[in-house]
């Protein structure tokens, strides 16, 4: 009976043996074996799995470019005075944040970009003041900047 079960897992063996390489970090093995499950909990478990490729993946494409100059995103103002331009990019910036834009990360959502830096510029509307001015993001290309 040992051999059968080897040879033949049930969908239930799969599940665990697919828990237990998850356990031991190995996603891919893991999601590999659920291919072949059907049930509502093999769906959870082979998201799982991809997502925690994916964060290795970002993660690993990160220190990579690192390596090669990039340390991610910045937002910029231009604006003369330097408290207002300071005020500007941290509010940008909490926008930004919330609606889960990676400053870190090479690839950005643009749409959801534009919508932070419209929130921003509504939220710093100031009777009797100018506007935000230019607003953008540049690379950071030196490591502490």
Request: with cysteine.
């Amino acid at each position: 009976m040992g051999i059968l079960t080897w040879l033949f897992p049930t969908e239930q063996s799969r599940l665990e043996h697919a828990r237990a390489l998850m356990a031991d970090g190995r996603h891919d093995d893991a999601r590999k074996g659920l291919i072949k499950c059907q049930s509502p909990e093999a769906e959870v478990l082979y998201e799982a799995c991809c997502k925690a490729l994916e964060s290795s993946d970002r993660a690993s494409l990160k220190k990579e470019l690192a390596a090669q100059g990039f340390h991610g995103w910045k937002v910029e103002v231009d604006l003369r005075e330097p408290k207002r331009k300071a005020e500007l990019e941290a509010l940008i910036a909490k926008e930004l944040e919330k609606a889960g834009v990676d400053l870190g990360s090479p690839d950005i959502d643009e749409a959801a970009v534009k919508a932070a830096f419209g929130r921003a510029e509504r939220k710093a509307q100031r009777p009797g003041r100018g506007g935000m001015g230019t607003v953008r993001l540049v690379p950071i290309t030196q490591a502490g900047r």
